[in-house]
Structure formats: structure tokens, C-alpha cells
């Protein structure tokens, strides 16, 4: 993605995000075509930003019934206006499936004999990659740059203050409620929602607004269920809407993080790109339509569209 030259005050950059201060308890966010994997950037998913941007606005608008979210408006298809929330230490990640494939993950730890996991007692007799009992709440908190999220029970976000405990149990219940919408959509677009992460924040008025981005390829883990049962016989792991292609291709380089990517061949790219376009489609049932190119021109003329219609009471200064 081309830079953006927003001469706005308070610019943050994340790996897939550019965020800007704009006054008046706003931030701009701008979802870039960066693909990120083994904690590093390994690419750009031609227009994943705008996938990302405008699948997420959308399920903020099918879940805004069970809570309120951080988004004000959406001036341009890969930027968004927010609340600027203070986000909860915590992220909440949401499990329906017994899967996953790192030390945090369920199936790992359940196929070595673990059974109690995040302060759940699972079954014997569970599948790999089957449903769980009911969809678990595995929260993490929120590692800093360059470290890793670390695992913890609901208790312990209580014992050790993360949170307090009657916003804990409503952020609890709203996740789940979220998840069960999502799982409902997903179903009847043929698709499996098998885990997910939320973020959670506080607007400037102490009320509970859920943020970040929802239920995208990024986010959330969704599979095929056309194909699903016939891989899992074949042995294979469910097709994910994700990006699994490049994923994958790094690891066959044998690539796991250290030092620059390799370079991966053309389709690999084209084939990520066309999982998050067709989820995006199958989910919405809308047809995928980018914005014009160049990129940056096009965002920032939005923007500075949207701030001169709605000027902060607060100076931008370059």
C-alpha cells in the first residue's frame, strides 16, 4: 500500500493499521494491505485493507442490537472514524472448536491428555477439530510490542485486576452473544466460525464499546464446511478463509520468522486474496467492489472530505 501522508497529529503504526488523532475523542484508522505472519510483516494481500475494513464495519452494524461499538462513520472503504476508547487489558478470545496448533491452542494440550484447560474441565471423547461443549472464553493480555500475548483463565483476569469483576462478567456475556451471531451467519453461508479474538474498550463516558476490528479473516478463524468432513477424513486440516496460502508456502520455504521472508510465488498472493474477497462475499452477500487506485490520494481526499463536514473542535496541525 502507498504511504499516506495525513499530516494529522498523533500517528501510530501497527502492522496492519495506520491510526491518527482527530480531536474531539476521535482517531482515524486506516486498514492496510499488510499481511502479517510469524509476528512480522511478510507482504502485501491486494486489497486486504479494504476487505478487512469493510467486512468488519458491517458486522459492527449486524451486532450493534448486543453492543455498542467504537465506529462513528466510514468515509472511505478502507478507513474508519472511532471513539478513541481506552481498550481493556485483555483480549477475549472465543473457541467453538477443538483446534489450533500452538502451545496456547486447545487440540495440542487435549491429545497429550490435558483436560483442564483455562479453568475448563473438557470431556473425554472430544474430536480434533469438532465442536467443544460450548464455545469457551480463553482470554489473553495484551503483550507488549515484540513480546507474546500470555494465556489466562477468566479468574484470573479478576484476581489480578485486570478487570474488574462486574464489567468482566458483562464483557463475558456480550462476547459470547457476539460469537453466537457470528456463528449463526457463518453457518448459513457455509462456513464454520471455529474461534475468534475481541477487543473490548471504554468510550470517554465509562461505557462498554466493543473495538478493534470483528469477525474478519484476520480475527477470526472461519472454514469450509463443504469440505470440511472430507478433509478431516483425508487427514488434511479444515480449508480456512484466511491467509493460510501464505502461511503455508512460508512454512514449505521452512521459513518461521527469523530474518526477511522469502520471496512466494505470485498465485500464492492471488489465492489469499480471492479467500478474503470471497468471504467477504459469501458473508455479506454483497458483491466486493475497491475503491479507485491510487490508493493514498483517494483515502485522504475521503478524509479531508469527512473533516471538513465534521471539524473537530480541537486544531489539526501538520
Request: net charge negative; with cysteine; charged share 25%.
Amino acid at each position: 500500500m502507498e504511504a499516506l501522508d495525513l499530516r494529522l497529529p498523533g500517528h501510530t503504526s501497527g502492522k496492519v493499521r495506520e491510526a491518527w488523532e482527530i480531536g474531539d475523542h476521535r482517531r482515524l484508522l486506516v486498514t492496510t494491505d499488510r499481511l502479517s505472519a510469524f509476528d512480522r510483516v511478510v507482504g502485501l494481500v491486494e486489497n486486504k485493507g479494504q476487505v478487512l475494513n469493510q467486512l468488519s464495519a458491517w458486522w459492527f452494524d449486524k451486532t450493534r442490537d448486543i453492543v455498542a461499538n467504537h465506529v462513528i462513520a466510514v468515509p472511505d472503504p478502507q478507513a474508519m472514524v472511532v471513539v478513541d476508547a481506552t481498550p481493556l487489558p485483555v483480549e477475549v478470545v472465543v473457541r467453538g472448536r477443538l483446534t489450533g496448533s500452538t502451545s496456547t491452542s486447545l487440540l495440542p494440550r487435549y491429545q497429550q491428555g490435558e483436560r483442564l484447560l483455562y479453568g475448563y474441565t473438557l470431556p473425554d471423547g472430544l474430536s480434533d477439530h469438532g465442536p467443544l461443549p460450548e464455545p469457551l472464553i480463553t482470554p489473553t493480555t495484551k503483550a507488549e510490542k515484540g513480546q507474546h500475548d500470555e494465556p489466562i483463565t477468566c479468574d484470573e483476569v479478576i484476581e489480578r485486576g485486570l478487570v474488574e469483576a462486574g464489567l468482566w462478567a458483562e464483557v463475558q456475556k456480550v462476547a459470547l452473544a457476539v460469537f453466537e451471531r457470528g456463528t449463526s451467519v457463518a453457518a448459513d453461508a457455509g462456513f464454520v466460525l471455529a474461534d475468534t479474538k475481541y477487543e473490548f474498550g471504554l468510550a470517554p463516558d465509562g461505557s462498554l464499546v466493543l473495538i478493534d476490528e470483528v469477525h474478519t479473516p484476520d480475527s477470526s478463524r472461519f472454514w469450509d464446511v463443504e469440505s470440511l468432513e472430507q478433509r478431516l477424513a483425508e487427514g488434511k486440516g479444515p480449508e480456512s478463509f484466511d491467509k493460510e496460502p501464505v502461511r503455508l508456502a512460508l512454512k514449505a520455504t521452512g521459513y518461521r520468522g527469523d530474518g526477511p521472508p522469502p520471496e512466494l510465488a505470485a498465485e500464492v498472493w492471488q489465492a489469499t486474496t480471492d479467500r478474503y474477497v470471497d468471504l467477504y462475499q459469501d458473508l455479506t452477500g454483497l458483491a466486493f467492489e475497491p475503491g479507485e487506485r491510487p490508493i493514498a490520494p483517494r483515502v485522504e481526499a475521503n478524509i479531508a472530505r469527512y473533516l471538513n463536514d465534521h471539524p473537530s473542535s480541537d486544531p489539526l496541525t501538520g
